[in-house]
């Protein structure tokens, strides 16, 4: 079975890869796009390909102040798609006089990255991004960057933050992890506990000793999940993932840290990052290989992924998501690995 692409806002670029009159191919959605930044600073993204015959803006196209102009003719497209000059042309042609020839997509740029809105019948934004607080701070580090394509859908790598018991049998979890979890709305939100060697206040471990570790993780739509990694140090990871076509994906993870703390806490910090993505080398081939079950077989120490596939149907904008909605929950699951 093979899922649709679910609607919400997409991270396409960092921000500090697109300089103004940068003009970049991209690719997702199972749709030819260009990226750029106008001479005034305003990132935008927008249908591909010139509508006059057909050349790819991304490739070869110029920023002309808040324009595009396309390689093939020069004709010029401003950032709502709308043609506004053909230099050869004594006129624009009648039926692209103040239309929009190219679809815009609705763009922010939030947590130093670049977002777009997708939804497959075009209709405006239903929900906001969050702000990552952390990221607003001049005291917290640049990003450490990195990133995955992997053949696989969002929904399917999603739930990895609810299956609790794979925490264990991938990841070498020392114990089923405890986690408390809720759904509202585009939001989801996982509080889980792990037990670790216990740190003090100079990043000393005492491995005779554990003391409990949350990571608190949080969805905002399908394409945004935070991650925070509190002990004696904090650790933020941006993590964001976008449709390259309804079967195929780009996963980027980005962390960052606060500047000022120890040599020892930057050493535990770094390897702590060094592992999460370690990590994800086990979960690829699970998701590459796997198929996706309509109906599963689940018993009541696998945590609430009934719950979150209802959740998660929201982000469909097609005739079939009844099929994703039709696997029974209760609601009266709010802890995983203590049902």
Same mark, same amino acid.
């Given at each position: ?15 500090d890869d697109?300089?103004?009159?940068d ?11 260009v990226?750029f ?23 070869g ?10 390689p ?8 709502q ?15 692209a ?9 609705p ?11 997708y ?12 702000? #990552? @607080? %952390? ?6 580090? !640049?990003?450490?960057?990195? &990133?995955?394509?992997i053949?696989?859908?969002?929904q ?10 794979h ?13 408390k979890?809720?759904l509202?709305?585009?939001?989801r ?10 740190i003090?206040?100079?990043?000393n ?35 964001t ?26 050493i535990?910090t770094d390897?702590? #990052? @060094? %592992? ?6 086990y !979960?690829i081939?699970?998701? &590459?290989n ?7 077989l ?8 009934a ?6 149907s929201?982000?469909?904008d097609?005739p079939?998501?009844?099929i ?16």
């Amino acid at each position: 079975m093979e899922l649709p692409i679910p609607f919400g806002w997409y991270a396409v670029a960092y921000s500090d890869d697109l300089s103004p009159g940068d003009v970049q191919p991209m690719y997702y959605f199972d749709e030819h796009m260009v990226l750029f930044r106008t001479d005034s600073g305003k990132a935008t993204v927008m249908q591909a390909h010139c509508p006059h015959l057909g050349a790819h803006l991304g490739h070869g196209g110029k920023v002309t102040g808040d324009r595009i102009a396309c390689p093939f003719h020069a004709w010029e497209f401003n950032t709502q798609g709308e043609c506004v000059n053909v230099p050869y042309a004594t006129s624009i042609p009648k039926q692209a006089q103040g239309k929009q020839c190219l679809y815009s997509y609705p763009v922010q740029e939030r947590n130093r990255m670049i977002w777009a809105w997708y939804h497959p019948r075009q209709l405006p934004p239903l929900f906001d991004l969050d702000d #990552i @607080a %952390e990221l607003q701070n001049p005291g917290w580090s !640049d990003y450490d960057l990195y &990133e995955w394509e992997i053949n696989s859908c969002i929904q399917e790598t999603g739930e990895n933050g609810v299956d609790i018991a794979h925490f264990v049998y991938v990841h070498s979890a020392r114990e089923m992890p405890k986690a408390k979890i809720s759904l509202d709305k585009h939001r989801r939100e996982t509080d889980m506990i792990t037990r670790g060697p216990a740190i003090d206040e100079l990043g000393n471990l005492d491995f005779d000793k554990l003391e409990d570790s949350h990571l608190t993780s949080k969805n905002c739509g399908p394409g945004m999940t935070t991650q925070v990694f509190s002990r004696a140090f904090k650790t933020i990871m941006l993590g964001t993932v976008i449709p390259i076509t309804s079967s195929r994906l780009k996963l980027r993870f980005a962390f960052s840290k606060p500047t000022d703390i120890s040599d020892m806490f930057n050493i535990l910090t770094d390897g702590m #990052i @060094a %592992e999460i993505v370690r990590q994800v080398q086990y !979960d690829i081939p699970i998701w &590459e290989n796997k198929v996706y079950r309509e109906s599963p077989l689940l018993c009541n120490g696998d945590g609430p992924i009934a719950k979150y596939r209802q959740w998660f149907s929201q982000f469909y904008d097609e005739p079939d998501a009844d099929i994703i909605r039709s696997v029974p929950f209760s609601d009266n699951v709010k802890t995983a690995g203590r049902e």
